[in-house]
């Protein structure tokens, strides 16, 4: 991947760096803080996540602030509308103010108990985009929305692969350290991008992986397990397929490393790189034209789907 842009080059949009047909950002895709799942009535900490903004900023502040006006005009306190959609006092506050991201089953809820006429609905994708720091929101929207994605991984599992203890694991692991609530963000947030799976038209998906990546055993045996065991469920859905690059392979057209091709619901086709916590989304026809071509020698080079199944099949017995 080449150098990110220069600051003297660059125009700074929706937390993005913006250059020449490419958006550089600060850290990497999966790095993104997730939702968490809902809250027991009387938890002592509120659901829901902290957004990547400042409190008080963005449509999650818009969203508290109409959630706020509908249950006063309900005449309901936070306690009684809490114990309507199944949340503490506590968690309806924090959504109120800002301060956390509401799950969008919450406002689903919310919607049809304070009679709000699909007005808390109407914010419901914006708000979840809020989940994401926001140089990867533009990325998450188009991965979501995505007609065609090509993924090639040559360090970790893809995150749309991942099982929760794989993406704990991998995050347990980073330097500097992670506290626990953001490690469990994190899980969240990674977990909920595989709703892609349940979308409906289906998107082609290609996922070609890396040998060495099946076999580092990231978490531990069991933790392995469960994600070779998670790779051959997914990889038996009709509109997915999964390849290895064997380490045997003497010729490797991807020694330049991971990227996901994106053929967006436009029709519009984008490359997404990353490396070391920076990230690199290509707009330029060029540029994506050469990733694209990359990926299919790759494809070619790599193991058949049926007989990577063979190969994870193989590894799950020696475990």
Same mark, same amino acid.
């Given at each position: ?133 926001? @140089? ?70 290609? @996922? ?112």
């Amino acid at each position: 991947m080449g150098d990110a842009p220069s600051r003297s080059a660059c125009t700074r949009a929706g937390g993005a760096v913006y250059a020449r047909g490419r958006v550089a950002a600060v850290r990497d895709d999966d790095a993104g803080a997730g939702r968490e799942p809902v809250e027991p009535l009387g938890a002592a900490e509120p659901a829901g996540q902290r957004p990547e903004d400042e409190p008080g900023q963005g449509v999650v502040t818009a969203f508290g602030r109409q959630l706020k006006l509908f249950r006063t005009r309900a005449g309901l306190e936070r306690a009684e509308f809490g114990k309507l959609v199944g949340y503490a006092a506590q968690s309806v506050a924090s959504f109120e103010q800002g301060r956390r991201i509401p799950p969008s089953r919450f406002i689903d809820r919310a919607d049809e108990v304070l009679d709000a006429g699909g007005v808390l609905k109407a914010l419901k994708e914006e708000v979840a985009r809020a989940q994401y720091p926001a @140089f990867f929101r533009d990325a998450a929207r188009l991965e979501a929305e995505a007609l065609e994605l090509f993924l090639y991984a040559t360090q970790a599992v893809p995150g749309l692969l991942q099982t929760e203890e794989y993406t704990r694991a991998l995050l347990a692991m980073r330097r500097p350290l992670l506290d626990e609530a953001t490690i469990e963000q994190r899980v969240a947030s990674r977990a909920a991008r595989q709703d892609i799976f349940g979308r409906w038209p289906a998107p082609l998906m290609s @996922f070609v992986i890396d040998e060495a990546v099946l076999r580092r055993p990231y978490g531990g045996t069991v933790v392995l397990r469960g994600v070779l065991e998670q790779i051959l469920l997914i990889g038996q859905k009709r509109n997915v397929e999964i390849q290895v690059m064997p380490v045997s392979r003497e010729d490797n057209a991807g020694v330049d490393g991971p990227f996901t091709l994106i053929t967006t619901r436009t029709g519009d086709h984008v490359a997404y790189l990353e490396v070391q916590g920076r990230s690199i989304l290509l707009t330029d026809r060029n540029e994506v034209r050469s990733v694209a071509a990359r990926h299919g020698i790759i494809r070619s080079q790599a193991l058949t789907p049926q007989e990577t199944t063979e190969l994870v099949e193989k590894l799950l017995g020696e475990l």
